[in-house]
């Protein structure tokens, strides 16, 4: 349960890293940056949780709740397309790394006091660690790979007129 909520929580760190690839080069301490608040919050949320455990009965349920409501706002469909987010890019400062990270750890915070009780409950914030690090590198690599994929697609387009200009020619 601990995997599947860690991971599920932990997929909208690959759009975000589409997003960042958008900005151009995303240095592996920003990833590190913005994947940090994915093991402070959690953390702390769990420790908050765990130290309150008799009077945050009643968190449980919310926090399944709001697991349930992000989730089904994920299946609805995007109102911002994954090429205008792309087409955004913006320099990814500061300001908007420690957004990205408050942002990303929030739903992941929200599963971390679900499972505040469970015997894995400490693998939580290593694990949210490591899947946000891993999904928004992948994302920014990807925007790095479909610039690379639209440049070879232009350049053999090329190489076809050559080839076929050279075959009128010959």
Same mark, same amino acid.
């Given at each position: 349960?601990?995997?599947?909520?860690?991971?599920?929580?932990?997929? $909208?760190?690959?759009?975000?890293?589409?997003?960042?690839?958008?900005?151009?080069?995303?240095?592996?301490?920003?990833?590190?940056?913005?994947?940090?608040?994915?093991?402070?919050? @959690?953390?702390?949320?769990?420790?908050?949780?765990?130290? *309150?455990?008799?009077?945050? $009965?009643?968190?449980?349920?919310?926090?399944?709740?709001?697991?349930?409501?992000?989730?089904?706002?994920?299946?609805?469909?995007?109102?911002?397309?994954?090429?205008?987010?792309?087409?955004?890019?913006?320099?990814?400062?500061?300001?908007?790394?420690?957004?990205?990270?408050?942002?990303?750890? *929030? $739903?992941?915070?929200?599963?971390?006091?679900?499972?505040?009780?469970?015997?894995?409950?400490?693998?939580?914030? @290593?694990?949210?660690?490591?899947?946000?690090?891993?999904?928004?590198?992948?994302?920014?690599?990807?925007?790095?790979?479909?610039?690379?994929?639209?440049?070879?697609?232009?350049? *053999?387009?090329?190489?076809?007129?050559?080839?076929?200009?050279?075959?009128?020619?010959?």
């Amino acid at each position: 349960m601990i995997f599947v909520t860690v991971i599920a929580v932990s997929v $909208d760190a690959y759009v975000a890293g589409l997003s960042l690839g958008g900005c151009g080069r995303v240095s592996v301490p920003t990833l590190l940056y913005i994947s940090a608040f994915s093991f402070v919050m @959690p953390l702390a949320v769990m420790l908050l949780a765990s130290a *309150a455990a008799e009077e945050l $009965d009643w968190l449980t349920a919310a926090s399944s709740c709001i697991i349930i409501i992000l989730g089904v706002r994920g299946l609805l469909p995007e109102r911002t397309s994954r090429r205008e987010l792309l087409q955004r890019g913006s320099r990814c400062g500061l300001s908007r790394a420690t957004l990205m990270g408050l942002s990303l750890a *929030a $739903d992941t915070s929200v599963g971390a006091a679900a499972l505040a009780g469970e015997s894995l409950a400490a693998a939580v914030p @290593p694990l949210a660690f490591a899947a946000h690090f891993v999904l928004l590198s992948a994302g920014a690599l990807t925007v790095k790979l479909l610039g690379a994929s639209r440049a070879i697609a232009t350049a *053999a387009s090329a190489a076809m007129i050559v080839l076929g200009v050279l075959r009128m020619i010959g």
